[in-house]
């Protein structure tokens, strides 16, 4: 069962001058945006990331760095709301985001038409969530601080 909570999941890898963030286009909008996913039962966020990242990008990953970003989603945007069983004054959910280090080829799920490695700057123009902009923005902070 869908449990009440969203997770967002940032693929990275260091080049040799820079970061790079690989930010997936989604089959079903055309929009860009990292991995995401809803948690099942009674698994943690955590647990939900990693089979999230595995099911989308067919990595196994087993580092995860917690970032701090997170945001409230609106219920209204999951289309099978009705069969979630969530309590009726259950408006909106969290959004809790992790970083990953990806340095495998990945293998697109049919939840996106592709996946393109690009630098912060371009991957902050394309990306269509602010949600993701957020925590790429503090993953790409804790990943340069020095």
């Not at 929009?31 to 067919?58: H, M, V």
């Amino acid at each position: 069962m869908r449990a009440p909570f969203q997770i967002l999941a940032i693929p990275y890898r260091r080049n040799k001058d820079c970061i790079l963030f690989c930010a997936f286009r989604r089959s079903d909008s055309d929009l860009w945006q990292f991995i995401a996913g809803g948690g099942e039962d009674s698994e943690t966020p955590s647990e939900a990331a990693k089979r999230e990242i595995y099911e989308e990008s067919g990595i196994e990953c087993s580092d995860l760095i917690s970032l701090t970003s997170m945001c409230y989603l609106p219920v209204t945007i999951f289309p099978m709301l009705k069969n979630y069983n969530w309590q009726k004054d259950t408006y909106v959910i969290p959004e809790y985001a992790f970083g990953f280090e990806c340095n495998e080829d990945i293998s697109l799920s049919r939840e996106h038409t592709e996946c393109v490695w690009m630098t912060y700057e371009k991957a902050k123009e394309i990306l269509a969530y602010d949600s993701n902009k957020t925590a790429m923005y503090e993953l790409f902070r804790r990943l340069t601080a020095i």
